[in-house]
């Protein structure tokens, strides 16, 4: 089995579990009896948990200087911790088992994109074609679920996502440490003097106005969707979509960075993502418009999520590669998505549907503004 094979399994794995976990846990929750509040506090601990984990997780593979053994260690705890909910379904226990389970969870993957970096080397641009089979894990189990919950107990969900786990931590074992590059000297670069530079000052800032963009997207696609006529099985078509524009766009995107640079792509993903968002609040009713729409996914993660990765490869070398690796899912993916969630629910409830995305295109559009920032920082590379 070659490293890519490996590598490339991991990522299936585990985006298979968060294609299983994400879309179904409500249903399976609210079936248990739960509340459509408590079903929402207890997916909101998943949420802050990637907050604060990557970060933990990050310092501590930074300081031993290894993290295949992080990342193994933590596949098991992840699926350790999940089997808990087999062995009691009150609120609170759910509520600390998802805190544990999550606390692992969230907290390998950026250690596995640091492992994955490092392994391609010099070949670090063609990231995305190993990347994009966590988009083929994710569509599968998508698809999977939604024909076989159909005919089986949503009972069966906890034991289906523990299986995913389960593979999960069988492939890290399959993953070898990668060997350490020579990086004296910038390995041992304080971490405050890299955040201090303006060029990584704008990357994050912009990596987390682009993720805030999608807190609405994520909370509220489904349902929008809906209102607009439209079944839930459209719904689900319609995410597999976009999913597989990503997967679509990965396979081109080690050309792309190459010949564009990684900041103009992410200046042009979040353009895109500013179109995206404001053409779902002004025409969502038609299914031409939600088709392009999904479409337009290919850029507002299938390229950011690449050109981003490749420029906190650049900016947090040797050994400050698991912080950067962390704060970037932190910051963007946690904290951004957590703001944009909670700002489109209040609008939701108080102002309209459609106002959501207005918010996430103005989000969307503030990131640009940053992007362009950082391209002109660092002469559009």
Request: aromatic share 14%; net charge positive.
């Amino acid at each position: 089995m070659t490293p890519h094979v490996r590598l490339s399994s991991f990522y299936f794995f585990y985006f298979a579990s968060i294609g299983a976990f994400m879309p179904y846990w409500g249903p399976y929750l609210a079936e248990r009896g739960f509340t459509g509040a408590q079903i929402g506090e207890l997916m909101a601990i998943v949420l802050a948990t990637k907050i604060v984990a990557p970060n933990v997780w990050g310092w501590l593979a930074d300081r031993s200087g290894v993290r295949m053994p992080i990342i193994r260690w933590g596949a098991l705890a992840a699926l350790v911790g999940f089997a808990a909910v087999l062995l009691h379904s009150g609120y609170w226990w759910l509520a600390a088992v998802m805190a544990v389970f999550s606390f692992f969870w969230n907290a390998i993957l950026p250690q596995f994109e640091a492992v994955t970096l490092r392994t391609l080397g010099r070949d670090s641009h063609r990231y995305a074609l190993v990347r994009l089979w966590g988009s083929v894990g994710f569509i599968v189990a998508v698809a999977a679920l939604g024909w076989l919950l159909g005919r089986v107990a949503l009972g069966w969900l906890p034991w289906i996502v523990l299986a995913l786990l389960a593979g999960l931590y069988l492939t890290s074992l399959q993953v070898r440490e990668p060997r350490e590059a020579d990086h004296s000297g910038d390995g041992m670069r304080p971490l405050a003097a890299v955040l201090r530079r303006p060029e990584v000052i704008a990357l994050l800032a912009a990596c987390f106005f682009m993720q805030a963009s999608h807190g609405p997207y994520y909370a509220f696609f489904t349902l929008y969707v809906e209102e607009q006529g439209f079944s839930r099985a459209v719904a689900g078509q319609l995410w597999a979509l976009g999913v597989a524009a990503e997967v679509l766009l990965f396979l081109v995107m080690p050309r792309l960075i190459l010949r564009f640079g990684a900041w103009v792509l992410i200046t042009l993903a979040l353009l895109l993502t500013t179109l995206r968002w404001w053409l779902l609040a002004l025409v969502p009713e038609t299914l031409p418009a939600l088709l392009f729409i999904q479409l337009l996914h290919a850029a507002s993660y299938g390229v950011y999520h690449a050109a981003a990765i490749s420029l906190i490869h650049v900016y947090f070398p040797g050994r400050l590669q698991g912080r950067g690796q962390a704060l970037y899912s932190s910051l963007s993916f946690g904290l951004g998505g957590a703001v944009g969630a909670l700002g489109s629910g209040y609008l939701w409830d108080g102002v309209g549907p459609a106002s959501v995305y207005v918010f996430a295109a103005l989000l969307a559009a503030v990131g640009a503004l940053v992007s362009v920032a950082g391209m002109l920082r660092t002469g559009t590379r």
